[in-house]
């Protein structure tokens, strides 16, 4: 996202967060044009690629942050365990990260932004902006990643994502479509997130995932997701109060000292005044947004401040599946208990103002998350085999993490309980059958979750999942107001 902000006053990021949230954010820069120079040039975060000196440039002050961050006393705040452990501990749990829940972004982003802070000060890079990986342009990881004689290298279990689905274009097209922020939400965490920590593995796949450098990279690139959601596709976030006002008081500066208080609503604007993305695609080709006058900086600023009353309504839902344990060796696949009139209306959904969902609820994290799972629709064959281009197929989704142990407790940190729970938005699958005269209104609606391994095998073909609910849901399409 480029923004060339000229002449640009203190009324235009002071206004609605206030002097101290906007302190938070951009440090204290003196009278009114060093303000709006500071924006001007905030920091870049690039995408991670070879050949670019200003990508080899960035992961060489990468390289040593970390370095500096590990050689910090143990009782640092700043210090890289102590920075992991934030997010959770090896063996132990997550701590405080937001993991199914509505804070997934934003609290991702405000602990990317502190962490972005003390490798600014540690190596005295004010301009440092952490590069992002994504994975849907460059698969694989960075060479500067797989040298195993540099602090960026851990063994990990794949080094490319080339090839996984979930990272697809053809998956994440749908997904980006998606103009509910809690909807939109849901499938970014359950479907491409999830499936690179697990993917990837070793560290990344399991509670000290921090601990990885490229946990910082890929949670990069998930915080680019949303800002290009936001920003350059118009989608709003939502003005819950709540949800806006919602505030975190353990994060640390460059110096180590404890911020205050960072709310939600505050980091949906540090896109626009602390950093910006260098652009690049994900998925299909999107427009960059280029804001080049002040008038333009404010219309954009205020809508992402303001967001709007977005919900997440149900209009119909009918159950498929309830308390069902299953092994992941065998696929699954249920119908739900319905009559023909409410098949009728979910087959014949106005896919222009409503997104079929199915909802899959789990009791608890498997003891292994060495796979993903598929969805189909009406294909009781259907097996790990069975290719993604299936016109039955409608998407996928990953674990991550497993079953908390009862000791969860660490650093004074109460463990955060990472409910399983994912969205996969089946419209359209439901419109390919139907053009395809595979559905009617008659037709019956079973629904196929099957286990596909990694690496070819189940680590224990016997683990079971603890099916909690699996529902068909119908929602409305969010009707944003975009800019013109």
């Not at 990953?398 to 419209?427: C, R, W």
Request: glycine residues 6%; neutral net charge.
């Amino acid at each position: 996202m480029e923004f060339l902000i000229p002449n640009m006053n203190r009324r235009i990021f002071v206004k609605g967060i206030g002097l101290v949230s906007a302190g938070l954010i951009l440090g204290t820069f003196g009278g009114c044009e060093q303000i709006a120079e500071a924006i001007r040039n905030r920091p870049t975060r690039r995408r991670l690629r070879v050949g670019s000196p200003e990508v080899d440039a960035d992961i060489a002050t990468y390289r040593q942050a970390v370095t500096l961050m590990k050689a910090l006393p143990a009782n640092d705040p700043r210090n890289w365990a102590k920075q992991a452990a934030i997010h959770g501990t090896a063996g132990v749990g997550f701590n405080l990260c937001q993991h199914g829940t509505e804070h997934f972004f934003s609290w991702h982003r405000a602990y990317l932004f502190y962490f972005e802070k003390i490798c600014q000060k540690l190596t005295g890079n004010t301009h440092f902006g952490l590069p992002y990986w994504n994975w849907n342009q460059n698969p694989a990881l960075n060479p500067a990643f797989l040298d195993t004689s540099s602090v960026l290298f851990l063994s990990r279990v794949n080094t490319t994502v080339a090839g996984v689905s979930a990272v697809s274009t053809a998956e994440l097209d749908p997904i980006f479509a998606d103009t509910n922020f809690y909807t939109f939400w849901q499938q970014i965490e359950g479907t491409p997130h999830n499936t690179v920590h697990t993917y990837v593995g070793g560290t990344m796949g399991g509670f000290g995932s921090a601990m990885d450098p490229v946990f910082w990279t890929h949670h990069c690139m998930i915080d680019y997701c949303w800002a290009k959601w936001n920003i350059d596709l118009g989608n709003n976030n939502t003005s819950d109060p709540a949800w806006n006002n919602t505030a975190w008081n353990y994060f640390v500066d460059g110096d180590g000292n404890t911020v205050s208080s960072i709310t939600a609503g505050i980091t949906t604007i540090m896109p626009l005044l602390s950093y910006q993305y260098e652009h690049s695609d994900i998925g299909s080709p999107v427009a960059q947004k280029i804001v080049k006058t002040k008038a333009d900086f404010n219309k954009l600023e205020d809508r992402i401040k303001k967001g709007a009353n977005i919900k997440f309504d149900i209009k119909n839902r009918i159950s498929i599946a309830s308390k069902t344990a299953i092994s992941i060796a065998k696929p699954f696949t249920a119908q739900p208990r319905a009559n023909a009139g409410d098949f009728a209306g979910i087959i014949n959904n106005d896919a222009a103002k409503d997104h079929v969902f199915v909802r899959v609820n789990y009791a608890q994290l498997p003891a292994e998350s060495d796979f993903f799972v598929r969805v189909f629709i009406n294909l009781p064959d259907a097996n790990a085999n069975t290719p993604v281009d299936n016109i039955h197929y409608a998407g996928s989704f990953a674990f991550f993490g497993s079953p908390m142990p009862e000791n969860n407790m660490h650093m004074d940190m109460a463990a955060h309980h990472h409910v399983p729970k994912f969205l996969v938005n089946i419209t359209p699958t439901l419109q390919r059958l139907k053009k395809n005269q595979q559905l009617t209104d008659k037709s019956p609606l079973s629904i196929q979750l099957v286990a596909v391994p990694f690496l070819g095998k189940f680590e224990n073909p016997a683990t079971e999942l603890l099916l909690d609910t699996v529902d068909l849901i119908v929602s409305p399409i969010i009707i944003n107001t975009k800019e013109q």
